[in-house]
């Protein structure tokens, strides 16, 4: 996808809020003639696992990159920090920890799901982290 150059400046500051290295990042953008949806992955380098970080719909990519980077820049912070304690089924020996932020625990499930097979993880715990 070839951007603007306000979106490669909104994509930029959308990595840099977030904090972690370009290749631990997907932009993922769906369209259709109606509206743009961005999905964005982090990808953890230790079990090389991509979760969904959040997602967002507008109706042109400037917008719904504008939408992102509002989110990483005030809402996520002010979301409860979630840890999920887990293998993939496929390697049961290697046991995993991942973070997420969101609203509830609902969301943290369908964040940690999304794109995959429920039965391809087994989740061990769940843990609200306290707030500091």
């Not at 992955?41 to 967002?56: G, V, Y």
């Not at 504008?66 to 496929?90: A, C, F, G, P």
């Not at 049961?92 to 920890?97: A, E, G, I, L, V």
Request: include cysteine; hydrophobic fraction near 40%.
């Amino acid at each position: 996808m070839v951007f603007s150059e306000k979106e490669s400046a909104l994509e930029k500051a959308i990595l840099n809020k977030i904090g972690l290295p370009p290749d631990e990042v997907k932009f993922v953008f769906s369209t259709s003639p109606e509206k743009v949806k961005l999905e964005v992955f982090t990808i953890n380098p230790r079990h090389s696992q991509m979760f969904l970080f959040h997602a967002e719909i507008a109706l042109t990519i400037e917008d719904v990159l504008k939408k992102m980077l509002e989110y990483v820049e005030e809402h996520r912070l002010s979301e409860n920090s979630y840890t999920i304690q887990w293998i993939d089924v496929s390697n049961p020996k290697q046991f995993n920890t991942s973070y997420f932020r969101a609203q509830d625990l609902f969301v943290v499930l369908e964040k940690f799901y999304h794109g995959r097979d429920k039965t391809s993880c087994k989740i061990f715990s769940i843990h609200l982290n306290p707030v500091s």
